[in-house]
């Protein structure tokens, strides 16, 4: 029997000629590794480099044009006769090469850092400060504790040991865990399982809807508002204040601004006094089921664990604050397996650390090389291509938008990313020149002049690490195909520029791995842990490292000599958008999908959905006053766009709020112009204001909309997952 191995970001796994196996070594296996097959053939793989008609001869709208397939030579030199010319006209402020983020694992060949080397090594580029994921929390959290957002979070193993309260803020672990940067071993899982075995701690899940990780977890959920965060936590503050519950010691120790954060609820200056009323009637949890969960955390040693979503919200950054505030009243920062925790939700951030080793990537086993580079806050390409020259405050520093002409993307999809699709049609209009290097026909690559088809897990070679960084892989192709790699197709675009030695050294994918393996072996073999040579790893597809020790329990902030919780003179506070005030009455939370990481898998056979469309879910009084049933088909709409989805009736959410998950793919009716979607792509409907001036990050979960039974038999429904037309030429 022939079996390949493949890692991916959703899993490794065997294929044994036509059958799946899960890879022996992932602790809790997701079924998204059953998407491999339907994808890899999908009628949505761009098959062959392809040129949009009208970019070659000036004619036709980006959308609407056909596309023409050419050869790899007359694509490569098509990139990069385009990008001599940008370059030499305008500058690299003129290239806008961010890339993203979740396309295909390696070290070797991940499309974002192969683009962003590249341009570094043709003369620099546009890039971003920040991420879609904690914008708002990267730049707000160091202002707090001094410290990254990302920084090694607490042992799971020790919050089951001290914590007697764990409280999961807009959190679902067990969802956003199913998959990673590197390779998910899923080792979180049992420690969140063993959690909810322990009948001496109670958890509590903070959220719009009850989610998959409260139902698997046993757990009790306090729905609340969405967006309404801060004024609930603002409320249980001034509580503990006027009750005399909160550490003393810990705040006059520890916390500078506590005075004007206390002024602040006690309404000194506003004269409205934020107390657990005020906090009920704007969060929508009854008075005393806030008293009742005051008072626990008033008692019980806990531990706050934060998901991001409340974060990509309209003053993202305030939420975290808040949080961190009643953290600080609690004072159990610090202490062990207590106070709070930011990255402990996402991509098995839970598994147990031991003495491993980073495998390196290009710019750290090859040297990072720097061209004249230019920043935007992640989120503002819109805002740039709109606005050339604006300028904006990111984090106190002033930023000047460049003139951006010529968009270079791999590993992203624009147009399920980021918030207001009809915005980024308009944005994307701007842009004279859009590469897109993709293996599927998304969006994005609809909207491009150049697509590059690329290889996938399974058709190129690569090397990465397990999320735990206890295995090794070598990705190895089990097949030719006509597909490059994003590696093949930036070292052959250098090339053209007389730059392949500062891409690679020349070098290519199977040299790479051997010269990033040796270096970890060589690594290792400083501590007395011996790898087998590069040709056995070769060979067996994989290595498990054998004599790691587990580290020392480790608890977040406990070196935390002071905290900071008024920032810029300002301290958490509830000040709603005017989104939330606009004359739609209903909220759409946006969350991240259990079947689907990000578009990706979406067009794979295990999805989820009603009526052959994406999820809505939504509340049966909801659906009573608005004449909805289940499986039905709706309208969601504002005044931003409009999209359907299939209807499905639970109690599991609040009554003012709808959810449809973020990633479904982009299907217009028009690309060209605001049409209905009818595939729930939520981004039409959200927002792409910024979250404040502090991170201008991204506010997809901060949403007003209505819904309507969608009557309208007329619409002829199209294929949701097509391909762009392509003619003869
Ligand atoms: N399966 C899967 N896993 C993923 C991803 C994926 O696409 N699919 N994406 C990965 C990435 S890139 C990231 S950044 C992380 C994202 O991780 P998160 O940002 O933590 O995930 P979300 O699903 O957006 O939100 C987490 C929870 O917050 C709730 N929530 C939404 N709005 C509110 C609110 O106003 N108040 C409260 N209290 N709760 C609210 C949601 O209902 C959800 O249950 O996940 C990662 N993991
Ligand atoms: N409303 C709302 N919007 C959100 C969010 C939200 O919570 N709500 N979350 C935000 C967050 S946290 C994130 S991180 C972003 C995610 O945004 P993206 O990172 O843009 O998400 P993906 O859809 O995973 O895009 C990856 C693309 O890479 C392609 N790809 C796969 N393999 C390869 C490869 O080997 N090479 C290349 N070149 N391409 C490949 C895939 O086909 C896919 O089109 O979305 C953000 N958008
Ligand atoms: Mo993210």
Redesign the pocket.
């Known amino acids: 029997m022939i079996r390949h191995l493949i890692p991916s970001r959703v899993g490794a796994f065997w294929l044994e000629n036509e059958n799946i196996v899960p890879f022996e070594c992932d602790e809790a296996p997701t079924n998204l590794i059953h998407n491999y097959l339907s994808r890899i053939n999908h009628a949505t793989r761009i098959k062959n480099p392809c040129v949009r008609k009208g970019f070659l001869d000036g004619t036709g709208v980006r959308g609407s044009d056909e596309f023409i397939e050419i050869t790899w030579d007359e694509a490569i030199n098509l990139v990069s006769n385009n990008l001599k010319k940008y370059y030499e006209k305008y500058g690299s402020s003129s290239i806008y090469a961010e890339s993203?983020?979740?396309?295909?694992v390696g070290k070797i060949?991940w499309?974002r850092a192969c683009v962003q080397r590249l341009i570094n090594v043709l003369g620099g580029g546009v890039f971003e400060l920040g991420?879609?994921?904690t914008g708002a929390g990267i730049v707000i959290i160091p202002h707090i504790f001094g410290e990254n957002v990302y920084s090694r979070p607490t042992d799971l193993k020790e919050i089951i040991k001290y914590a007697k309260l764990v409280v999961f803020w807009g959190a679902n672990p067990l969802v956003t865990s199913k998959i990673s940067h590197d390779i998910p071993m899923h080792e979180h899982e049992k420690y969140f399982y063993e959690l909810s075995k322990r009948s001496d701690i109670e958890i509590i899940f903070i959220d719009t809807h009850i989610n998959e990780s409260a139902k698997k977890l046993n757990a009790k959920t306090i729905l609340i508002n969405s967006n309404t965060d801060a004024a609930m936590i603002i409320g249980i503050c001034h509580y503990l204040y006027i009750n005399d519950l909160y550490d003393k010691d810990f705040i006059n120790n520890k916390v500078n601004g506590f005075s004007e954060f206390k002024d602040y609820f006690l309404g000194k200056k506003d004269g409205i006094i934020k107390d657990l009323a005020w906090a009920s009637e704007i969060c929508g949890v009854s008075y005393d089921d806030l008293l009742d969960f005051a008072n626990k955390l008033a008692k019980n040693p806990s531990k706050i664990i934060s998901g991001?979503?409340i974060q990509?919200q309209h003053n993202g950054e305030y939420n975290y604050l808040a949080l961190s505030s009643l953290a600080a009243m609690l004072g159990y920062i610090g202490k062990n397996g207590l106070g709070i925790e930011f990255n402990l939700c996402s991509g098995c951030k839970g598994e147990s650390a031991k003495n491993t080793k980073s495998l390196k990537n290009l710019n750290t086993i090859l040297g990072e090389v720097k061209g004249q580079n230019y920043y935007i806050p992640s989120s503002r390409l819109n805002d740039a291509l709109l606005n050339p020259n604006k300028e904006i405050y990111y984090d106190n520093k002033l930023l000047k938008y460049p003139e951006i002409k010529l968009l270079i993307n791999?590993?992203?999809?624009?147009f399920?990313?980021?918030?207001n699709v009809n915005e980024s049609i308009k944005a994307w209009d701007k842009a004279e020149c859009i590469i897109t290097?993709?293996?599927?026909w998304?969006s994005?690559a609809k909207l491009s002049d150049i697509v590059l088809p690329?290889?996938?897990e399974g058709e190129r070679y690569d090397i990465e690490q397990s999320s735990n960084k206890e295995i090794i892989f070598a990705l190895k192709p089990f097949k030719n195909t006509n597909y490059k790699?994003?590696f093949q197709i930036c070292k052959e675009i250098a090339k053209k520029f007389n730059k392949s030695y500062e891409f690679c050294k020349d070098l290519d994918e199977l040299d790479l791995m051997k010269i990033i393996y040796n270096d970890l072996s060589d690594n290792y073999a400083k501590e007395n842990i011996n790898l087998p040579s590069f040709d056995e790893f070769f060979e067996k597809s994989f290595i498990k490292i054998k004599g790691l020790k587990e580290l020392p329990p480790f608890t977040r902030f406990s070196k935390l000599s002071k905290m900071n919780i008024c920032i810029n003179n300002e301290t958490a506070k509830y000040d709603p958008s005017d989104e939330m005030k606009n004359k739609f009455l209903l909220h759409l939370s946006?969350?991240?999908s259990a079947y689907r990481?990000?578009?990706?898998l979406d067009n794979s056979i295990i999805r989820d959905s009603v009526s052959g469309l994406e999820p809505v879910l939504i509340h049966s009084n909801l659906a009573k006053a608005k004449g909805i049933k289940n499986n039905d088909i709706v309208r969601i709409f504002n005044d931003r766009g409009e999209i359907l989805c299939g209807a499905r009736i639970s109690d599991d959410v609040k009554e003012n709020t709808i959810i449809v998950c973020?990633?479904a793919w982009w299907q217009p009716l028009d690309y060209t112009k605001k049409s209905l979607c009818i595939n729930g792509n939520?981004?039409v409907l959200?927002s792409s204001k910024p979250s404040s001036n502090l991170s201008h990050s991204?506010i997809?979960?901060t949403c007003k909309i209505d819904i309507e039974k969608f009557n309208d038999d007329l619409i002829k429904f199209k294929d949701c997952y097509d391909k762009a037309t392509i003619i003869d030429y």
Not at 100 to 104: A, P, R
Not at 416 to 419: E, G, I, L
Not at 437 to 440: A, G, S, V
Not at 597 to 600: A, D, E
Request: aromatic letters at 10%; glycine letters at 12%.
């Open positions: 993203y983020e979740w396309g295909g060949s499309g991420d879609y994921s991001r979503a990509r791999a590993s992203g999809s624009y399920t990313r980021q918030p290097l993709e293996p599927f998304t994005q690329v290889a996938i790699s994003d946006t969350p991240h990481l990000h578009s990706q973020e990633g939520v981004n959200t991204n997809g979960h």
